[in-house]
């Protein structure tokens, strides 16, 4: 009798002491909006906060938070396995990854769009992500672009071919209602 209940706690031990935070990540997922960055840049970081910053002040209800990923690689994958949806990234970066070049000529391209530009920074964002979040974080940028440095003009962002159509809704929408103003 001894034998078998040492043996059972034996067995069940390891699930008792082990754990993995994976399932406690997913729930902080779903309830912030993370914004991808590389360590290995030294720009996009740094803007990421500010961003987050400027999206919270507009929108508290997003949670808005500035992620960090240990190299490009990484940032790739995580938005290739839909683990992260939102990337602030280097220009070239963000469209070596959509259009599979430079050093993702080997690998699926990215089925990301452009949210907003600012300088040589693009947020983009996987282009499945729900139309209404895409609108709503995309119109709180455009709410808070004096306080974003090197943020495009609206009507510029217009012009790009790979901006999400859920942000153009939302640029539309920015531009008709500030020129009434």
């Not at 040492?6 to 082990?18: D, H, K, Q």
């Not at 906060?49 to 938070?65: S, T």
């Not at 729900?130 to 974080?137: A, G, K, L, P």
Request: include cysteine; proline fraction near 5%.
């Amino acid at each position: 009798m001894q034998r078998r209940s040492f043996l059972t706690v034996l067995l069940l031990a390891p699930a008792a002491v082990a754990h993995s935070p994976w399932g406690q990540y997913t729930v902080y997922r779903q309830k912030h909006l993370l914004i991808l960055s590389s360590k290995t840049d030294p720009d996009s970081y740094p803007y990421s906060e500010v961003l987050v910053d400027a999206i919270n002040r507009e929108e508290p209800r997003a949670k808005a938070r500035a992620a960090r990923a240990k190299n490009i690689d990484r940032c790739y994958n995580l938005i290739l396995t839909n683990q992260m949806q939102f990337m602030l990234l280097p220009r070239q970066t963000t469209n070596a990854m959509r259009e599979n070049t430079g050093q993702f000529s080997d690998r699926e391209a990215l089925p990301i769009k452009t949210m907003y530009e600012f300088g040589n920074l693009v947020l983009s964002v996987r282009s499945d992500m729900e139309d209404n979040i895409v609108r709503v974080v995309t119109y709180s940028i455009l709410e808070q672009l004096d306080k974003l440095p090197n943020a495009s003009n609206p009507e510029e962002m217009l012009k790009i071919d790979s901006v999400h159509g859920e942000s153009l809704t939302a640029i539309r929408k920015f531009l008709a209602e500030h020129r009434k103003s």
